[in-house]
């Protein structure tokens, strides 16, 4: 009968379908990351040279610094590799991850209209966020629980200031990723906080400009983390820790540190520095 | 705008990452709605065929499930797939394999849904003859599908349309890794969210294209078909 | 002539057979027989129940209370039964290729079929039509596909409802023709028609239909000669029966 034909033949381009992807599968691993190490391009310049090296793939997943822990806790990736050491440590603690390991810290800068309402210009960045709560400044939140929303929260109160009690129409929660939030404050001309790699590496800034940067309060430390092969049989603890040796060895370090936008150095390495 | 030209250019030269991404597209999708077909359809026609209580209640759901929203089935999918999940052996998570699962739930009760609808309207017509020649249960779905494939081309086309389109639930399963699980539909969240507009659209334009393309060899096919069937 | 398989559907046997849909009574208790040999015959009004008295015979359909037997078997499928319905309907694809349906349909070897199949075109007077897609052939054609198509399945009994009701003169001359070549082959014709002279030219015996009654039900010779019932006689009187 003509239909089984028509079945079979559907059958078979399914199965070739999901098939083929499977190949080229071999050798790889899996690392749950943040947005801010995918869309500022880091991966884009180092993972290529620790594939040369090794032939392990490295298949980035990235999402907030929540979800991305969260991805490792259930053990869909290999490697995590995000920015909240206090989170991370607890990762380890709990006994999702064997071990952390700092790597380099970027860091956060204050991005505002450039006719700065605020008058948050020249300030550091506690000041800075005075001024705009002051002013009631327009400002755009992450309000996603990723690392750069727990950043801001934290920056809040070190200000003295109680956002969750002191927001007010002009204070707006999105709930999205940098990229969203970063558009939306270009379309409404509002202050926001981001990770500088991501606002180098960003297109649509409209009227906006750095406000507030270089304070020593802006820092912001990554590690990464093997996903405890105890906890998952099915980690790859060969090719993770490779991934992770290669990042803390002074090859992986030198490639962060020169990983640079027009000019402008992302990522400074810091995989020995006591204390990171 | 510069972002325009680079779109253009990219699908000018043939970029490999784009056409990477592009037959990713293609080929989930497509593989969604294969397997979504062999599901769906014989849903479609059963639902079309039988008479049995709760039959409307089950067309009902059918139709309303159409209307499935993609992130809730992608979550769905990502609590299954996950290595913590039931389905967590399988080590699926975060590959095309996923992301067509996922399309595949999707797009079966479009399948499936209208496939009744035009199964049905040709079993009324077929009916009397079909069990006069003693043709049994088996040989009238068959012959119903058959001869109804041209129709049924419209249900195939709006199941790719929305496999195609759809970005929420691809993204949950499968995380939108580069040159792995990147689709055109997160290509573009992703040039959205780093604010690259001008190539988010370039994309688009290149997806919008693709789709049409699709469904006008769908129609060419269709029209020549009916031409020889009547 | 062919010899038949040893189990036959004839004689198909109605005992006090009645067909309702819900309150309302169709077929109201009939009992009859349709045996081997000469055409029967259906005649009677518009909703006389004509149709449904032939779905019930075909086995289309179970009687509500009574019984059908098909060579006193009961509940036999239509395997050597085949119709051509009021209203056929063709399959969606060529002319040629609904009559290979049939025969697929009826367990006929494929080696065999086409053949056939031209041999069938040109009984009904297709020859030709082969390859046109069946659903654009007009309705007279489409009529006379529809008996080829029942013809492809060697049917031991043929139940045509208003074969030439929608056919010019020429047709009904031809579907006519074709009617006594299949009984000369010795295959069992049911027919209905609202077409007296038709009636004289073929039947064998006549069964007259009032509401869902068997008024009359005897040979055709009895039947146009001396009618016994009143609506026989106004019927063949040619009165409007209503
Ligand atoms: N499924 C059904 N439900 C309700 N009524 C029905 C059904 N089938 C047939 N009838 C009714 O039964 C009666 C007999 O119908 P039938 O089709 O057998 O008549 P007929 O003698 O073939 O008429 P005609 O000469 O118009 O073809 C009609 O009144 C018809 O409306
Ligand atoms: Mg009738």
């Known amino acids: 009968m003509h239909t089984r034909r028509t079945l079979i033949a559907l059958a078979a381009l399914a199965a070739f379908a999901t098939a083929t992807p499977a190949l080229a599968q071999e050798k790889s691993i899996v690392v749950s990351s943040t947005t801010s190490t995918q ?92 001024a705009i709560k002051d002013k009631s400044a327009p400002f755009i939140s992450r309000g996603d629980r990723s690392g750069t929303h727990s950043a801001e929260l934290a920056l809040w109160k070190t200000a003295g200031i109680d956002i969750a009690k002191d927001k007010g129409a002009w204070y707006k929660e999105i709930g999205q990723g940098m990229g969203a939030a970063l558009n939306t404050a270009s379309a409404s001309n509002s202050y926001v906080l981001t990770d500088r790699g991501t606002w180098l590496s960003f297109k649509n800034r409209g009227d906006l400009d750095i406000v507030v940067e270089g304070d020593n309060k802006l820092f912001n430390q990554y590690g990464v983390i093997l996903v405890s092969p105890e906890k998952h049989k099915h980690v790859k603890k060969e090719f993770g820790q490779a991934f992770i040796d290669w990042l803390i060895s002074a090859e992986g370090q030198k490639a962060i540190t020169d990983y640079k936008i027009n000019g402008q150095q992302l990522f400074f390495a810091n995989a020995t520095a006591p204390g990171a | ?164 389109a759809e970005v929420g639930a691809v993204i949950i399963v499968g995380g939108n890794i580069d040159g792995f699980t990147r689709t055109m539909t997160t290509a573009i969240a992703l040039e959205t969210s780093k604010g690259d507009l001008p190539l988010a659209i370039g994309l688009g334009i290149v997806l919008i294209a693709i789709v049409v393309a699709v469904n006008a060899l769908a129609w060419g096919v269709r029209r020549t078909g009916e031409r020889f069937a009547g | ?173 031809a579907v006519e023709d074709v009617v006594q070549a299949v009984v000369a082959r010795g295959i069992k014709v049911v027919m209905s028609t609202h077409d007296l002279g038709e009636a004289r030219r073929l039947a064998g015996d006549i069964v007259l239909m009032h509401r869902g009654r068997v008024i009359e039900s005897t040979t055709a010779a009895e039947f146009f000669s001396t009618p016994k019932t009143q609506e026989a006689r106004r019927f063949v009187a040619g009165e409007l029966l209503v």
């Open chain 1, 39 to 130: 869309d500022s391009g880091l991966f884009g310049h180092i993972l290529p040279m620790f594939k040369a090296k090794t032939g392990i793939d490295v298949k980035v997943v990235s999402q907030g610094t929540g979800q991305a822990l969260d991805t490792g806790r259930r053990g869909d990736a290999d490697v995590v590799f995000v920015h909240a050491k206090s989170q991370e440590e607890k990762f380890v603690a709990d006994g999702f991850g064997v071990k952390r390991s700092p790597v380099m810290y970027n860091d956060f800068v204050l991005i505002g209209p450039k006719n700065d309402p605020a008058g948050a210009k020249g300030k550091d960045i506690v000041a800075g966020l005075k």
């Open chain 3, 1 to 173: 002539m062919a010899v038949r398989a040893p189990s036959s559907d004839l004689p198909i046997a109605l005992e006090n057979a009645s067909v309702s849909v819900g309150a309302l009574t169709i077929l109201d208790r009939i009992s009859l027989a349709f045996s081997p040999g000469t055409p029967t015959v259906l005649i009677g009004p518009n909703g006389s129940g004509k149709t449904t008295l032939i779905r019930l015979a075909m086995g289309l359909i179970e009687p509500t209370s009574g019984r059908i037997t098909f060579g006193g078997r009961e509940r036999v499928p239509p395997l050597r039964r085949a119709i051509v319905f009021q209203r056929p309907a063709m399959l969606r694809r060529s002319a040629a290729a609904n009559i290979a349906y049939a025969m697929a349909a009826a367990g006929i070897d494929r080696a065999r079929r086409p053949g056939r199949i031209e041999e069938l075109l040109a009984l009904v007077g297709l020859t030709g039509f082969g390859e046109r897609p069946a659903r654009r052939l007009s309705g007279g054609e489409q009529q006379r596909l529809a008996l080829a198509r029942a013809l492809a399945r060697d049917p031991e009994v043929l139940f045509l409802d208003e074969p030439t009701a929608s056919l010019d003169p020429a047709a009904t001359k």
């Open chain 2, 1 to 164: 705008m510069p972002g325009d030209a680079s779109a253009l250019q990219l699908v000018l030269s043939a970029d490999p990452a784009l056409m990477g991404i592009v037959w990713l597209s293609l080929g989930v999708s497509l593989a969604a709605v294969g397997l979504a077909t062999i599901v769906g359809l014989p849903i479609g026609a059963l639902l079309a065929l039988t008479r049995f209580p709760g039959r409307n209640a089950c067309i009902v759901v059918l139709n309303a499930l159409m209307g499935l929203p993609p992130v809730v089935v992608g979550l769905a999918v990502y609590l299954l797939l996950s290595r913590s999940g039931p389905l967590g052996s399988w080590g699926l998570l975060f590959t095309p394999k996923a992301m067509v699962i996922a399309q595949a739930i999707l797009v079966t009760p479009i399948i499936a849904a209208l496939a009744r609808q035009t199964l049905e309207d040709l079993w009324v017509e077929y009916r009397d003859e079909l069990a006069a020649m003693n043709v049994g249960p088996v040989g009238r779905i068959s012959t119903l599908i058959w001869d109804a494939r041209f129709s049924l081309v419209t249900a195939l086309l709006a199941g790719f349309g929305r496999a195609a």
